[in-house]
């Protein structure tokens, strides 16, 4: 072997010439105090979590089955009356100094002001993993034209809060679907929220039971036949 110090060829511990450390027998190299590479210790590989069982939002929405059966309903999807169009047909039919459309949207956040408001809650179990069914719940949302809005992304959970529009029967307000995980199945919370109404003339309940219905449905997301036996 050859010196790194001055190029000398020697063996043994030093160098002859300078007297440098050629190798040293634990293992560590002399010059950097360092383990070799081959010494060095490999982190394990990251365990990858299939997206069915996931509950991350990201995840499951990167999925390729997932991205195109939600554009499959939100391409299907038929927009419905809204209170806004049912008020400007009104505001043609009998004229008003205050247009109607106009005087909603200051009124309906004025009664909220004040405490005003109405919603319904359902929750239960359904009977497939956890990823399948948040994404049953995108594109229950695509399909009846409700506009995604913002996520709060937990461990244990994911909940998606997105737009509840307005109809004849009630103004725009909100609505939230929680998703959490137990085992291969999962529990689901969804409620809706109208400020500045006091009611919406079942509007709310009639929603919430098409949601049950669509997360207890394939929705063109199928369980995987090693769920099924599960």
Same mark, same amino acid.
């Given at each position: 072997?050859?010196?790194?110090?001055?190029?000398?060829?020697?063996?043994?511990?030093?160098?002859?010439?300078?007297?440098?450390?050629?190798?040293?027998? $634990?293992?560590? =190299?002399?010059?950097?105090?360092? @383990? &070799?590479?081959?010494?060095? *210790?490999?982190?394990?590989? %990251?365990?990858?979590?299939?997206?069915?069982?996931?509950?991350?939002?990201?995840?499951?929405?990167?999925?390729?089955?997932?991205?195109?059966?939600?554009?499959?309903?939100?391409?299907?999807?038929?927009?419905?009356?809204?209170?806004? $169009?049912?008020? =400007?047909?009104?505001?043609?039919? @009998? &004229?008003?100094?205050?247009? *109607?459309?106009?005087?909603? %949207?200051?009124?309906?956040?004025?009664?909220?002001?004040?405490?005003?408001?109405?919603?319904?809650?359902?929750?239960?179990?359904?009977?497939?993993?956890?990823?399948?069914?948040?994404?049953?719940?995108?594109?229950?949302?695509?399909?009846?034209?409700?506009?995604?809005?913002?996520?709060?992304?937990?461990?244990?959970?994911?909940?998606?809060?997105?737009?509840?529009?307005?109809?004849?029967?009630?103004?725009?307000?909100?609505?939230?679907?929680?998703?959490?995980?137990?085992?291969?199945?999962?529990?689901?919370?969804?409620?809706?929220?109208?400020?500045?109404?006091?009611?919406?003339?079942?509007?709310?309940?009639?929603?919430?039971?098409?949601?049950?219905?669509?997360?207890?449905?394939?929705?063109?997301?199928?369980?995987?036949?090693?769920?099924?036996?599960?």
């Amino acid at each position: 072997m050859f010196c790194s110090q001055c190029g000398v060829e020697a063996d043994g511990k030093f160098c002859f010439s300078c007297g440098h450390p050629l190798h040293q027998g $634990d293992g560590i =190299a002399p010059e950097t105090n360092v @383990v &070799p590479p081959q010494n060095e *210790l490999i982190s394990p590989p %990251t365990h990858s979590v299939k997206w069915e069982d996931d509950i991350c939002y990201e995840q499951v929405l990167n999925t390729d089955i997932v991205r195109s059966a939600i554009a499959d309903h939100g391409s299907k999807a038929i927009k419905g009356f809204s209170g806004e $169009d049912c008020l =400007a047909i009104y505001d043609k039919i @009998v &004229p008003s100094p205050i247009p *109607l459309a106009k005087l909603a %949207t200051v009124v309906q956040p004025l009664y909220a002001s004040f405490g005003v408001r109405t919603g319904k809650t359902r929750e239960g179990t359904v009977s497939a993993p956890p990823g399948v069914v948040l994404a049953r719940a995108l594109c229950s949302l695509a399909k009846h034209t409700q506009p995604f809005q913002r996520v709060e992304q937990a461990d244990d959970r994911c909940t998606l809060i997105a737009e509840f529009p307005s109809s004849i029967w009630a103004l725009k307000g909100e609505i939230r679907i929680t998703v959490t995980k137990q085992s291969n199945v999962a529990h689901v919370s969804a409620l809706t929220n109208i400020p500045g109404q006091a009611f919406d003339w079942g509007k709310s309940t009639k929603a919430l039971e098409r949601l049950f219905s669509d997360l207890h449905s394939d929705m063109g997301i199928p369980v995987t036949s090693q769920y099924r036996a599960a």
